[in-house]
Each structure stands twice: as structure tokens, then as C-alpha cells.
T-cell receptor, first 114, second 116 residues
């Protein structure tokens, strides 16, 4: 069964801390791994990773994929209260007529305290 | 980035009525749109994959006669929850697939459905 597992499920930190969120996957026909940030509404896209070892960076956020370990991490440095959200990891696969389906992990709920 | 809209953003209805949710890609053509459902404190669960001009593909356990999906154009997909019941109350989110090559989905803002 295809699955995506995120850890930790929840995390409480203080402003300025650095956090690392983990995502591991077991899927057939892996295509890409995506990170999303979900606040009160629908998820917003952060990163898409397809190649191992290449870091993607956007401001204080960065992410990298390890295809050998079937995992990815999302780093947030100098956290701010506005980073408080649920961070979702999803994997896209190739198969048959269902190309593009995403399987989501349960998410990591990050709370940043002032 | 690509923009997807959903309408309505929230709806309250009586048990037994049908509710239609629209999903539009505003600045791109989405040959494929996905419909997800998210229950409180749970992750998104794919309900169905909607391809323009063809029948939707439903995930296991999702009743196709209850959740009617129509993808009549490259910018519009609709989900109709027929004979809604309280257990259908959930957050429904659609997404559009920008290009097959990228594999990136952009999500609509979601529709919160409450069935009384």
C-alpha cells in the first residue's frame, strides 16, 4: 500500500528557532515529492522535488529529497509566528490513467510561540 | 502561480438536499482536476480525478452516484453532493494540474460543507 508518513505530528517552538520536518514515503512509480503549507484554508504550494540531493530554497524555507532513503526534510530557519501552520508532504506518482494523483501525509502541525 | 477558485466557500444545507461546488482554473487550462475531502484534524484524501471531457475516476470507497463530477471544460469542474447527509459535512478542496510534465497541483481555497 502506498503511504506517506510525516514526523513529528506536532511541534511547538519559539520564535527564532530552527525546525526540521520529516517526510518518508513508500510508493510505486514515484514521480515527485511536494511540500504544502496549510493555514486555515486550502494548502499553498511550497516546493516540488524530483531529484535527489538538490536543495530547493525559498527565503527561510528549504527542502531536500533523498531518494535512496525515500525521504525528504523541510527546514525552516529563524521561525516566526506566521510560520504556524500544518505542513503537508505529498507524493505524486505515475501510473496508468491516474497520473498526477497525490498521496498526502497526515501533516506536521507547527506552532511558533512569540 | 496558477490560481484556482471555488464557489461557494461555505454552504449549510438540510439533509437530503443536493449541493453543487464549482472549481475554476482562472489563469490556466486544467486538463485534469482533483477533488479532495478533508475531515477535521485529518489530511486530504483524494476522492476523484476529473479529466476534461471524460468520466471521472473515483477512489475506492467513494460513491460515484453520490458525488457527481462534471468536467465540461478546461477551466471548470463541478462536484455535486447528492442527497447530502450530516456525515458528508467536510472541507472539500479541488486542485488543478498545471502541466503533466510538472506534476504540480494548485489548490482552490476549499468549500466548507455543513449538512444539518
Amino acid at each position: 500500500e502506498d503511504k506517506v508518513v510525516q514526523s513529528p505530528l506536532s511541534l511547538v517552538v519559539h520564535e527564532g528557532d530552527t525546525v526540521t520536518l520529516n517526510c518518508s514515503y513508500e510508493v510505486t512509480n514515484f514521480r515527485s515529492l511536494l511540500w504544502y503549507k496549510q493555514e486555515k484554508k486550502a494548502p499553498t504550494f511550497l516546493f516540488m522535488l524530483t531529484s535527489s540531493g538538490i536543495e530547493k530554497k525559498s527565503g527561510r524555507l528549504s527542502s531536500i529529497l533523498d531518494k535512496k532513503e525515500l525521504s525528504s526534510i523541510l527546514n525552516i530557519t529563524a521561525t516566526q509566528t506566521g510560520d504556524s501552520a500544518i505542513y503537508l508532504c505529498a507524493v505524486s506518482m505515475n501510473y496508468g490513467g491516474s497520473q498526477g494523483n497525490l498521496i498526502f501525509g497526515k501533516g506536521t502541525k507547527l506552532s511558533v510561540k512569540p | 502561480g496558477a490560481v484556482v477558485s471555488q464557489h461557494p466557500s461555505r454552504v449549510i444545507c438540510k439533509s437530503g438536499t443536493s449541493v453543487k461546488i464549482e472549481c475554476r482554473s482562472l489563469d490556466f487550462q486544467a486538463t485534469t482536476m482533483f477533488w479532495y475531502r478533508q475531515f477535521p484534524k485529518q489530511s486530504l484524501m483524494l476522492m476523484a480525478t476529473s479529466n476534461e471531457g471524460s468520466k471521472a475516476t473515483y477512489e475506492q470507497g467513494v460513491e460515484k452516484d453520490k458525488f457527481l463530477i462534471n468536467h465540461a471544460s478546461l477551466t471548470l469542474s463541478t462536484l455535486t453532493v447528492t442527497s447530502a447527509h450530516p456525515e458528508d459535512s467536510s472541507f472539500y478542496i479541488c486542485s488543478g494540474w498545471v502541466t503533466r510534465r510538472e506534476g504540480t497541483q494548485y489548490f482552490g481555497p476549499g468549500t466548507r460543507l455543513l449538512v444539518l
